[in-house]
């Protein structure tokens, strides 16, 4: 059954193309029996030519790729665009390991561990970049005999 001519019809009433025009297979006598436009109008509006729906791209893999690169995968240098300090400020790299520090340094002041004298010295030391992080800087309390046990 040639279903050219109305197939043709219906994908400028659909506004739509031709291959994406449906058909029902029960009711292609009807379609065949559709001469002009108002009669494959009437067979849209009675469900028997449908647009079928556009073909959309999936974003299965793009979930999947960022699942994995929230689990660190994906990250190695051959994926990298822009350097170190491009990627995380040198700026941003230093607030984050001098604020604990800072923090810890006023912890141990205001719970009488340590003097406010020691506390500007260690202070002063941990703005020169001498400790890389809390432990470490208690650690060197410690060493230096300044806090106890």
Known sequence: MNLKNQR???SQLLKCGENR???D???QEDA???ITRGDVRTLINSGAIVSKQKTGVSRGRTNYRKAQRRKGRR???GSRRGTKGARKPSK????????????KLKELRDT?????STYR??????KGGVFKSGPHLVSHLKAEGILKE
């Open 8 to 10: 043709r019809v219906a």
């Open 21 to 23: 025009v449906w058909i």
């Open 25 to 27: 297979p029960n009711r």
């Open 32 to 34: 065949a029996d559709a």
């Open 75 to 77: 990250r190695g240098h």
């Open 92 to 103: 941003e790299v230093w607030m984050q390991a001098i604020r604990p520090i800072r923090r």
């Open 112 to 116: 009488g561990k340590i003097e406010p």
């Open 121 to 126: 010295e260690y202070y002063l030391k941990a």
